[in-house]
């Protein structure tokens, strides 16, 4: 019954974002002009990097989201230089992509530091950074800047460069962590609106390593892209950096500073929300029961295939280690390493991956206090009512499972209360759910965004705990002598 809630409209265009201000600004820029030109539209926000946007564009799940040229041509093309549009689309169309409606900014990467750092060590270009031994610095990369195809490993191999990047640090929190002194360098985007705020030196890039970031919007062929070419030309990166202050530093949401600009108005009338206003902002009911599906859809699935797992392990003593090992050994498994997994199993993002990976999780709890619940019933009960005339399957009807019921309910509410914490992790993917939130403050290090998200995620755990509470005084006593 809950489908419906995150089932996509025929003929809407799912537009995606990745996870980090700008992109979500330009997402919802993207969604509101379509809407506005009578196209339905969705904005999946914050789907994590490009291979998981990537994924979602080839497989239909989103059908355009912004982009940036630079990364077009190295991380999805696997290519070099800085072509023309036209070449782009040349080598997208075998894919079943095109690129278009260049925006009218580059937003180019770059490394930063505080000043007094960079005025200590004299550094003032990226070749200055040669000049410094391994452990000279401490450096806060974000992860995908880490592993990218014109990221550290190429930086480093064409600067000469000593320095080791160490533990990824999520962009969102970069800029505060280089403020606190956790960390001395960094790398950001050339419209980051905390530069300037944060009193940070950018590193100028004296060997022309970078390749230019115009931004776009890559899409499927088949989009018709007429009612975004009104965004062509429109957005130059002083503009852009004035949006992502106006969500970063003056508090507005996403939406609320696409809007602004669709309008033409200024932000200076812009007041920054409280915390109960964004504890109960219009789309709570839809993020809750997102979650709720997501929960009890995974749970229900686990209970249909652990239940019986749990009773097959019970009923064959030799192999109940080995398989609860291997069910055990499917929890171990990171949450978004499965994700990813499961999105290139299913060709697909959103709800169905997540609802997977959940399921997965939840199977250990419920095999497991199956199995224990059963091995708990006395002897004694099971031989009595053999010895009454029933057989086997009759016994564990009636008799077997009720006593091992307490027990099993027990498994089902260790599983669901889990599953209330990690399917935050399913926002990464597009599916939904309160998670959104956290990601979204992760992503502009907003700590009143994330509470808004967490705060209703933990009181879902606690009323789940207290609904499986009542069925367990209801339903979990054993039947009376």
Known sequence: MWLPLIAVAAGEVQVGSKRFTESYILGEIVRQTLQTAGVPATHQQGLGNTGILEQALSSGAVQVYPEYTGTIVREILKREGNPTLDELNQWLAP??????????????????LRESVADKLGLKTISDLAKLPAGALKMGLSHEFQVRADGWPALQKAYGLALVPGSGLDHGLAYDA???????????????????????????????????????????????????????????????????????????????????????????????????????????????????????????????VGVPIGIWAWARPRW???????????????????????????????????????????????????????????????????????T??????????????????????????????????????????????IVAGLAVSDTALMMAGALPAAVLALLVQGVFGLLDRSWGRPPSA
Do not use: C
Request: charged content about 15%; glycine content about 8%.
């Open 178 to 304: 280089v403020k606190a002194g956790q960390v001395d360098l960094i790398d950001i985007y050339s419209t980051d609106a905390k530069v300037g705020r944060y009193a940070l030196r950018v590193l100028v890039d004296d060997r022309n390593f970078f390749p230019r970031y115009d931004a776009v919007l890559l899409m499927r062929a088949t989009l018709d892209d007429k009612p975004l070419q009104a965004l062509a030309g429109r957005i130059d990166e002083r503009t852009m950096i004035a949006l992502n202050a106006q969500v970063e530093l003056d508090g507005l949401s996403f939406a609320d500073a696409a809007q602004r600009f669709l309008a033409g108005t200024s932000a200076a009338a812009a007041t920054r929300q409280t915390f109960i206003q964004r504890l109960f902002a219009p789309d709570l009911w839809r993020l809750t029961a997102q979650h709720l599906a997501l929960v009890f859809g995974s749970l229900l699935l686990a209970l249909v």
């Open 320 to 390: 109940a280690p080995a398989l609860l090992g291997a069910v055990g050994v499917l929890q171990t498994v990171p949450s978004l390493a499965l994700l990813a997994f499961l999105i290139a199993a299913l060709g697909s993002i959103g709800f169905w991956p997540a609802l997977l990976a959940l399921f997965v999780y939840a199977l250990l709890p419920i095999v497991r206090n199956t199995h224990a619940g059963l091995a708990g019933v006395p002897q004694g009960l099971t031989l009595a009512s053999r010895a009454l005339g029933l």
């Open 392 to 437: 086997a399957q009759q016994t564990l009807r009636a008799v077997q499972l009720p006593l091992a019921l307490p027990v099993l309910l027990a498994g089902a509410k260790t599983a669901a209360v889990i599953n209330v914490g990690t399917a935050t992790v399913a926002a990464f993917i597009g599916a939904g759910g309160l998670g959104e939130r």
């Open 95 to 112: 894919r079943g992509l095109k690129v278009g409606v260049p925006l009218g900014f580059n937003n180019t990467y770059a490394l930063a």
